[in-house]
C-alpha cells in the first residue's frame, strides 16, 4: 500500500553544543520519507524546493525509494531555510532564522500516480495546505496521520481544529499537547484531543518517550536512554516516517499493531539524533533496526507474578 | 526475610492546587514502611518522633505489622515537621517551614532483635545517621538501599561520598544524579554513579518513570498516567518501600528480580500521590494492587516481529 507524505524540504544551520553546521538538508518530509524507506518502497513525495537545492539530495531520496514526482522545483526561486540553536538539554531551542521561501506560495500538487495512497502522512505544514492536499485526493486514504505544533495553535487554530476533524491520528509534543487542550495532565489532554476529532493520538515526550492514546486504552514507549543526543532535529518527523511506515508496510492500523508501529517509530527516532540532520537516517541497515528494535524490547520488558 | 527501615516519622503540612492539609502523618519512614507492608509483615522500624506525635498512628503502623520497637518517643520533644507548597506542574515544589525538632539530636538505636535484618532499607537522612545504623549492625545485610536527596550533596558530601561505597542500590531522582556526577546525560551520571559503589543505581524521573542501572543493562519502568496527581509527597518513599519489600519477599535481589520490584514501586507510588499523605496506603488492597500491576503490563506490552 502507498504512503503518501506531504512536507518541507529544505534547508537547515543547526547549531547545537557538540558542533555546528552550515546548510545541510532537512525538513519533516525528508526525515518521514528516510524513515519510511526502511520499511516500504511505496513512498510518493509532495513538496516544494528552489533550484538551489542539490540534485544528488534528490537522487539520494530517489535511492531510497520515495517517488519525488511531486517534489515541485522552483526556478529561481529558494528553499526553505531554518537555523536554530539547542540548549544544554536538548530539549529546548531558539530558532536562529526563518526564510520561508518558496514555502510562501506553496501550492501542492497531487500527480496522478499518487491518487490512489491509502496513507497519508500529512508533516508539519500550514493546516490551510494540509487542507489542500486532502481536498485534492479523489478519495480518502484509509489512514490519515497528522503532525503539526504549537506555532499554528497560535495563528491558524480555526484551520487546525476543522482539521483535526478530517484526520485519524496526530502526533504532537506534550507542551503543544496542553496547549491544544487547556489540560496540564496528559490524560485529561488526551481525552480533550480526542473529542476534537482524531481517532488515535500520539503524544511524544522527547527523551521521556510517547504516549498513544485511542479510547480508554494508552500505551507507552520509552525513548531509549543515550549517551549523548547529539541533534534532535526531525526526531519527532523520523518518529512518524517510521511509525505510520509500519502500518503501511503491514497493512494494518489496528490499536494492537501501533503499538508496535510506535516503538519502531522510536527506533528510527534514536537513529536520528545520533548525528547531525539525516546523515544516520542514510547510512542504517536493517540489521541494527532490528537490534534497536531489540534494545527496547530489552528495556521495558518483565515478568511479574504476584501471589 | 526480614526488612529494617530507617527513616523520619513525621508531620507534614502540605499544599497542593487541589487544597491544602493542617499537620498529617508523613515522614520518608512511613511511606516506606506502609508500602512494603503489602508484601512482607516482617517490617523493623527505626525512627524518632516526639511526644506530640499520636499513638493511633503508631497503632496504625502496628496494625500493618511494623515493629515499632525502634521508634523513639522523647518525651517533652516536638517531631519532625515539614511544609511545602506544590507548583502547577507537580513536579517543583517550596518548602514552607523545617522544623527538625528530635531530628537534631537522632541517634538511632537498633533493638537487638533487629540485628538479624537480611534487607537494609536508608531513608533519606543525615548521611552520618545512615552510616551509624550501618555501624551499629552486627552482621552486613544482604542488601542495603539508599535514598537521599541533594541536601545532603550540598552540605554533606563527604559522608555521602564515603557512604555510597557501603550500599548496593542507590534511588536518586533526575536532577540529583546530574549533581552527584555533573553529568546532564543520564546514562554517563548512571556510568559514573555505578562507579562511586553501588551496584544498582535507580533514577527516579517522577511523572516520566524510573530507570534501573547495573553494570551496561538498563531497566525502564513507566509511571501510570494519571488522571491527576493529587499529592506526589512520599511518592519516592513509597516507591521504594514496595521495591525493597517484593526483593525481601522473594528473597531474589537479582537484576531480573529488581525489574519487578521496581514495576510494583511504580505501581504503589501511583496510589499514593491519589491522596493527601499516607491516607492511600492505608486503605487499598492487594487485588486493587494487582490490577495497578496489569495497568503496567497493558501500558508497556508490545509484541513486535520484523520481517
Given at each position: 500500500m502507498s504512503l503518501l507524505v506531504i512536507g518541507t524540504v529544505a534547508f537547515d544551520a543547526i547549531e547545537t553544543p557538540f558542533g555546528k553546521t552550515d546548510k545541510i538538508v532537512g525538513g519533516a518530509a525528508t526525515f518521514i520519507s528516510l524513515a519510511a524507506s526502511y520499511f516500504t518502497k511505496k513512498i510518493n513525495l509532495v513538496s516544494v524546493v528552489g533550484d538551489d537545492f542539490p540534485t544528488d539530495a534528490i537522487d539520494m531520496l530517489k535511492k531510497r525509494?520515495?517517488?519525488?514526482?511531486?517534489l515541485q522545483i522552483k526556478e529561481g526561486e529558494k528553499t526553505f531555510f531554518w537555523s536554530g540553536r539547542y540548549h544544554n538539554d536538548m530539549n529546548s531551542r531558539d530558532t536562529l532564522d526563518t526564510q520561508l521561501n518558496v514555502l510562501a506560495t506553496f501550492d501542492p500538487e497531487i500527480p496522478?500516480?499518487?491518487?490512489?495512497?491509502?496513507f497519508l502522512m500529512l508533516g508539519n505544514l500550514a493546516p490551510a495546505v494540509q487542507h489542500q492536499v486532502l481536498d485534492r485526493l479523489h478519495t480518502r486514504p484509509k489512514l490519515v496521520v497528522l503532525d503539526t505544533m504549537n506555532f499554528w495553535m497560535d495563528i491558524a487554530l480555526p484551520e487546525l481544529t476543522s482539521l483535526l476533524k478530517r484526520v485519524d491520528v496526530l502526533t504532537i509534543n506534550d507542551e503543544e499537547a496542553r496547549q491544544l487542550?487547556?489540560?496540564?495532565s496528559l490524560v485529561k489532554a488526551a481525552q480533550k484531543i480526542l473529542a476534537m476529532g482524531p481517532k488515535y493520538l500520539i503524544i511524544k515526550k522527547g527523551e521521556h518517550g510517547a504516549l498513544l492514546f485511542h479510547g480508554n486504552e494508552v500505551f507507552f514507549a520509552p525513548a531509549l536512554p543515550l549517551e549523548e543526543v547529539f541533534d534532535p532535529t526531525g526526531a519527532g518527523d523520523t518518529f512518524a516516517g517510521g511509525f505510520v511506515a509500519h502500518l503501511a508496510k503491514t497493512k494494518d492500523y489496528s490499536f494492537e499493531n501501533m503499538k508496535s508501529a510506535i516503538i519502531l517509530g522510536s527506533a528510527m527516532a534514536s537513529f536520528c539524533v545520533?548525528?547531525?540532520?539525516?546523515q544516520r537516517l542514510t547510512e542504517i541497515n536493517m540489521e541494527e533496526i532490528k537490534q534497536r528494535v531489540q534494545s527496547f524490547v530489552s528495556l521495558v520488558n518483565f515478568e511479574i507474578e504476584l501471589v
Amino acid at each position: 500500500m502507498s504512503l503518501l507524505v506531504i512536507g518541507t524540504v529544505a534547508f537547515d544551520a543547526i547549531e547545537t553544543p557538540f558542533g555546528k553546521t552550515d546548510k545541510i538538508v532537512g525538513g519533516a518530509a525528508t526525515f518521514i520519507s528516510l524513515a519510511a524507506s526502511y520499511f516500504t518502497k511505496k513512498i510518493n513525495l509532495v513538496s516544494v524546493v528552489g533550484d538551489d537545492f542539490p540534485t544528488d539530495a534528490i537522487d539520494m531520496l530517489k535511492k531510497r525509494g520515495v517517488n519525488t514526482a511531486g517534489l515541485q522545483i522552483k526556478e529561481g526561486e529558494k528553499t526553505f531555510f531554518w537555523s536554530g540553536r539547542y540548549h544544554n538539554d536538548m530539549n529546548s531551542r531558539d530558532t536562529l532564522d526563518t526564510q520561508l521561501n518558496v514555502l510562501a506560495t506553496f501550492d501542492p500538487e497531487i500527480p496522478q500516480e499518487y491518487q490512489d495512497c491509502s496513507f497519508l502522512m500529512l508533516g508539519n505544514l500550514a493546516p490551510a495546505v494540509q487542507h489542500q492536499v486532502l481536498d485534492r485526493l479523489h478519495t480518502r486514504p484509509k489512514l490519515v496521520v497528522l503532525d503539526t505544533m504549537n506555532f499554528w495553535m497560535d495563528i491558524a487554530l480555526p484551520e487546525l481544529t476543522s482539521l483535526l476533524k478530517r484526520v485519524d491520528v496526530l502526533t504532537i509534543n506534550d507542551e503543544e499537547a496542553r496547549q491544544l487542550s487547556k489540560e496540564y495532565s496528559l490524560v485529561k489532554a488526551a481525552q480533550k484531543i480526542l473529542a476534537m476529532g482524531p481517532k488515535y493520538l500520539i503524544i511524544k515526550k522527547g527523551e521521556h518517550g510517547a504516549l498513544l492514546f485511542h479510547g480508554n486504552e494508552v500505551f507507552f514507549a520509552p525513548a531509549l536512554p543515550l549517551e549523548e543526543v547529539f541533534d534532535p532535529t526531525g526526531a519527532g518527523d523520523t518518529f512518524a516516517g517510521g511509525f505510520v511506515a509500519h502500518l503501511a508496510k503491514t497493512k494494518d492500523y489496528s490499536f494492537e499493531n501501533m503499538k508496535s508501529a510506535i516503538i519502531l517509530g522510536s527506533a528510527m527516532a534514536s537513529f536520528c539524533v545520533e548525528k547531525f540532520g539525516t546523515q544516520r537516517l542514510t547510512e542504517i541497515n536493517m540489521e541494527e533496526i532490528k537490534q534497536r528494535v531489540q534494545s527496547f524490547v530489552s528495556l521495558v520488558n518483565f515478568e511479574i507474578e504476584l501471589v
